[in-house]
């Protein structure tokens, strides 16, 4: 029987890990706040979320044959990438947009760009802001509030910096989820469970969740102590610093560059949400530093091993 041998470059890695099963991952970790944004919302949440899943998925397909790509929409990172936008629009946004959203999502800011691990914003956030702009009225308006079933209700973080008026909700409310805001953002204990379980199974580290609520409690507590709670559980913080701030191909690959990435995502966060006109700032935040990684990386590196510090070769 005739062996055959592969000969490869350095370094060979083996390990079981897939693409497939780290997507699998977050998709699990997602599926408490899936099912609390269900509850809250209703059959919006449920349309919203195939709406998206299906348009990134198809678009990511047509994509990868138009260009002659191998067909990888079965890694489910299209899948990720649909949910998480879903995750950031309100209950009211019409169906058409979260297609619209997740075909840029795929299409522009991950295909165009090379595909998986070629992008150098985060899909989701990306296609938000495209979003945002676009049809503003959609996205920054018509928040449900699940209590009352009510259209056009306040988010805390609106309430909190007095671009709107009504009573704050309370603490309990606001870390089961029964809030008004976008569908995925509100059920903080669930948001927070589903974290901790990428931790656990060591999809993604510790670091930058810590380090990006670490540094927005700091300042809030800073700032205005009575308001620590509000920014923390309110808004997309823990959605976004465990579920897209830690996106691999977006983030920084040294430990030491993750916090970097994470402080600095905390403190725009706090300065759009103390010194600008918009109420939330996770998204710009996040993309904004998802601009800056390629810096950080470039900067911020391990040594090459048998390499000094000056570059020249130890010498023993």
């Given at each position: 029987?005739?062996?055959?041998?592969i000969?490869?470059s350095?370094?060979?890695?083996?390990?079981?890990?897939t693409t497939?099963k780290?997507?699998?991952d977050?998709?699990i970790?997602?599926m408490?706040a899936?099912?609390?944004?269900?509850?809250?919302?209703?059959?919006?949440?449920?349309v919203?979320?195939?709406?998206?899943?299906i348009?990134?998925?198809?678009?990511?397909y047509?994509c990868q044959r138009?260009m002659?790509?191998?067909?990888?929409?079965t890694?489910l990172?299209?899948?990720v990438?649909?949910i998480?936008?879903?995750?950031?629009?309100?209950?009211?946004?019409p169906?058409?947009?979260?297609?619209?959203?997740?075909?840029?999502?795929?299409g522009?800011?991950k295909?165009?760009f090379?595909?998986l691990?070629?992008?150098?914003?985060?899909p989701?956030?990306?296609?938000?802001?495209?979003?945002?702009?676009?049809?503003?009225?959609?996205?920054?308006?018509?928040f449900?509030?699940p209590?009352?079933?009510?259209v056009?209700?306040?988010?805390p973080?609106?309430?909190?910096?007095?671009?709107?008026?009504?009573q704050l909700?309370?603490?309990?409310?606001m870390?089961?989820?029964?809030?008004p805001?976008?569908?995925?953002?509100t059920?903080?204990?669930?948001l927070?469970?589903g974290g901790?379980?990428?931790?656990y199974?060591?999809t993604?580290?510790?670091i930058?969740?810590?380090?990006y609520?670490?540094?927005v409690?700091?300042?809030?507590l800073?700032t205005?102590?009575?308001t620590?709670?509000?920014?923390?559980?309110?808004?997309?913080?823990?959605?976004?610093?465990?579920?897209m701030?830690?996106?691999?191909?977006?983030?920084?690959?040294?430990?030491?560059g993750?916090v970097?990435f994470a402080v600095?995502?905390?403190?725009?966060?706090?300065?759009?949400?103390?010194?600008?006109?918009y109420?939330?700032?996770?998204s710009?935040?996040i993309?904004?530093?998802?601009i800056?990684?390629?810096?950080i990386?470039?900067?911020?590196?391990?040594?090459v091993?048998?390499v000094?510090t000056?570059g020249?070769?130890?010498?023993k």
């Open positions: 029987m005739e062996i055959k041998l000969g490869s350095s370094p060979h890695i083996r390990s079981d890990e497939q780290i997507m699998l977050v998709i970790a997602l408490p899936l099912a609390a944004s269900m509850y809250y919302f209703g059959f919006k949440a449920m919203l979320v195939l709406a998206s899943v348009s990134a998925v198809v678009t990511e047509c138009f002659n790509r191998p067909i990888t929409v890694d990172s299209a899948v990438t649909g998480l936008l879903a995750f950031n629009l309100p209950a009211e946004t169906w058409w947009i979260a297609i619209v959203g997740s075909a840029f999502a795929i522009i800011v295909q165009v090379g595909g691990g070629f992008n150098f914003l985060n989701a956030l990306a296609a938000r802001a495209f979003l945002m702009a676009s049809w503003p009225h959609y996205l920054s308006g018509g449900i509030d209590a009352v079933d009510a056009s209700s306040a988010t973080l609106a309430l909190l910096k007095g671009t709107a008026s009504g909700p309370s603490l309990w409310d870390f089961m989820g029964n809030i805001g976008v569908i995925g953002e059920s903080a204990i669930l927070l469970a901790i379980y990428l931790i199974r060591g993604i580290k510790w930058i969740p810590v380090f609520i670490g540094t409690a700091v300042i809030a800073i205005d102590a009575s620590l709670p509000y920014h923390i559980l309110g808004g997309g913080l823990i959605l976004g610093a465990f579920f701030a830690t996106d691999y191909s977006t983030s920084p690959v040294t430990d030491k993750k970097i600095g995502a905390g403190l725009l966060t706090m300065f759009i949400r103390k010194m600008g006109g109420p939330e700032g996770v710009y935040s993309l904004l530093m998802n800056l990684t390629p810096m990386d470039k900067y911020i590196k391990p040594h091993f048998g000094a000056g020249k070769k130890n010498e």
